[in-house]
T-cell receptor, first 112, second 115 residues
């Protein structure tokens, strides 16, 4: 079965630096790879989606890359702020109508 | 953007009782709703997929007689945890898929604590 590894359970970085989170998966590549933000006690909030044929996607301070050869996605937050502190979830979807499979998340802390 | 609500946001119940959680899409019609469960420091695990007007499809290992799902309308799905036990204590999250775009929106979650 598909495994998703977000290989840092927690990441602690200085405000203003770029945070880089990693998502690796096994088996075959999904059609869509998504990133979500989840705050404690809340449901996940959609951030970005990148398709299998896309290499990179940007949205404001966020950037996602997708390397199907490495079976890896990187999620970057530039000019990080304490308000960016949250858990970030990587998720795979094999078609637009299929279920979303979530990784266990990386807890990001941005210290002032 | 589309909004999904859940009610209640938290509930505490005694072991053996049943608890109903509602999931509503507030400004869109959702032909498909999903129910997830999340234990502390773990990922969201899909429990079941429900389509309006038909029986839910449960993931492997999820007891359909224990977790009753009803999707009676295009804006409402309910999850009933029957005869709840302490091990059912978890964070339950629903999501709803927009018919036209296949985008899923997630609810804020319901914290269930069974004493």
């Amino acid at each position: 079965s598909q495994k998703i590894e977000q290989n840092s359970e927690a990441l602690n970085i200085q405000e203003g630096k770029t945070a880089t989170l990693t998502c690796n998966y096994t088996n075959y590549s999904p059609a869509y790879l998504q990133w979500y933000r989840q705050d404690p006690g809340r449901g996940p909030v959609f951030l970005l989606l990148i398709r299998e044929n896309e290499k990179e996607k940007r949205k404001e301070r966020l950037k996602v890359t997708f390397d199907t050869t490495l079976k890896q996605s990187l999620f970057h937050i530039t000019a990080s702020q304490p308000a960016d502190s949250a858990t970030y979830l990587c998720a795979l979807q094999y078609s637009s109508a299929s279920k979303i499979i979530f990784g266990s998340g990386t807890r990001l802390s941005i210290r002032p | 953007g589309a909004v999904v609500s859940q009610h209640p946001s938290w509930v505490i119940c005694k072991s053996g009782t049943s608890v109903k959680i509602e999931c509503r899409s507030l400004d869109f019609q959702a032909t498909t709703m999903f129910w997830y469960r999340q234990f502390p420091k773990q990922s969201l695990m899909l429990m079941a997929t429900s389509n309006e007007g038909s029986k839910a499809t449960y993931e492997q290992g999820v007891e359909k007689d224990k977790f009753l799902i009803n999707h009676a309308s295009l804006t409402l799905s309910t999850l009933t945890v029957t005869s709840a036990h302490p091990e059912d204590s978890s964070f339950y999250i629903c999501s709803a898929r927009v018919r036209s775009t296949d985008t899923q929106y997630f609810g804020p979650g319901t914290r269930l604590t069974v004493l």
